[in-house]
């Protein structure tokens, strides 16, 4: 079940309240020649970035506060 429309805002708000947006992101990798790489870095980037506030928000606990610390570290988070 999906959560409320404006529950689901407000906690986009607080996630992304002091991370640049996706445009920073990506242009963190521009040094990268392969434009379709550098997005995906970028992407990866800032998802593993949003994920960590989620966590840091909720305060998460024992093996999630493993997760956030995992996310804290993009290299351990990218999938590529």
């Known amino acids: 079940m999906a959560l409320d429309s404006k529950f689901k805002a407000a906690i986009m ?37 949003v994920i960590y506030k989620l966590l840091e928000g909720i305060e998460a606990q024992d093996w999630l506060l493993r997760a956030q610390i995992k996310a804290s570290n993009p290299l351990l988070c990218f999938n590529i």
Do not use: C, M, N, P
Not at 18 to 30: L, S
Not at 41 to 48: A, H, N, Q, R
């Open 13 to 49: 708000e607080y996630a992304t309240a002091h991370i640049a947006d996706e445009k920073w992101h990506v242009d963190f990798f521009a040094f990268i020649e392969d434009g379709k790489l550098a997005k995906r870095l970028g992407e990866e980037f800032i998802s593993t970035r």
